[in-house]
Structure formats: structure tokens, C-alpha cells
Nanobody, 117 residues
Framework: QVQLAESGGGLVQAGGSLRLTCVVS????????MGWYRQAPGKERELVAR???????NYADSMKGRFTISSDNAKKTVYLQMNSLKPEDTAVYYC???????????WGQGTQVTVSS
């Protein structure tokens, strides 16, 4: 069964950078897409960035030019490079995989990102 584990969150000052890592284990890497989502207190979970099996990427408008998603299929790892962080980026960030065939989403446990002003 596919399992995901995020790491790399922490406390950073506005304008700083963080790199989140998601490691996929105990399953196949036959997925249609991988993505990063976030959820802040009192807010709906939202898409941060997404990368398809074909390598296409898309980002939420507020992240364009600041965040970059990348993947290493050989290592079954997905990254999210976050630059120019803002206090409004504070949230729990989740890695997700959409399995090919079934379409089922598998979620990681989340990692906290806190940006201070």
C-alpha cells in the first residue's frame, strides 16, 4: 500500500525559504499526479502545486513565481521549494498522490510551516 511522509516544515521569517520533501514508500509509484496542498486554521484545504506523471506542473496563483514543485521518480520523492515566504503561507502542508487506475488519493501526515512577520 502506498504511504507518504512529509518533512522539512518549520518556523521561518517572512522572506525566507523552506524545502519540503515527500517520500513515497511501501507501494508502487503508478500515479497520475503528485501534489502539495495546505490548510490553515479556519480555511479550506487548497492546492499549492501539482505535477502530473507526464511532467506538467501547475500552481495556485498566489504561489506562482515563489514555489516550485519537482519530483524524482527513481527515488520516489517529491519536493516543494518555497521562496519569498509570507505570513499568509502559514499552514499545514500535505503531500498527496493520485493513484493511476483507481484515482484514489493517498495523503501524508502533514508538516507545519509557520512564517513570522
Amino acid at each position: 500500500q502506498v504511504q507518504l511522509a512529509e518533512s522539512g516544515g518549520g518556523l521561518v521569517q517572512a522572506g525566507g525559504s523552506l524545502r519540503l520533501t515527500c517520500v513515497v514508500s511501501r507501494g508502487t509509484f503508478s500515479v497520475s499526479a503528485m501534489g502539495w496542498y495546505r490548510q490553515a486554521p479556519g480555511k479550506e484545504r487548497e492546492l499549492v502545486a501539482r505535477i502530473t506523471s507526464g511532467g506538467s506542473t501547475n500552481y495556485a496563483d498566489s504561489m506562482k513565481g515563489r514555489f516550485t514543485i519537482s519530483s524524482d521518480n527513481a527515488k520516489k520523492t517529491v519536493y516543494l521549494q518555497m521562496n519569498s515566504l509570507k505570513p499568509e503561507d502559514t499552514a499545514v502542508y500535505y503531500c498527496a498522490a493520485q493513484l493511476n487506475g483507481s484515482g484514489r488519493y493517498v495523503w501524508g501526515q502533514g508538516t507545519q510551516v509557520t512564517v513570522s512577520s
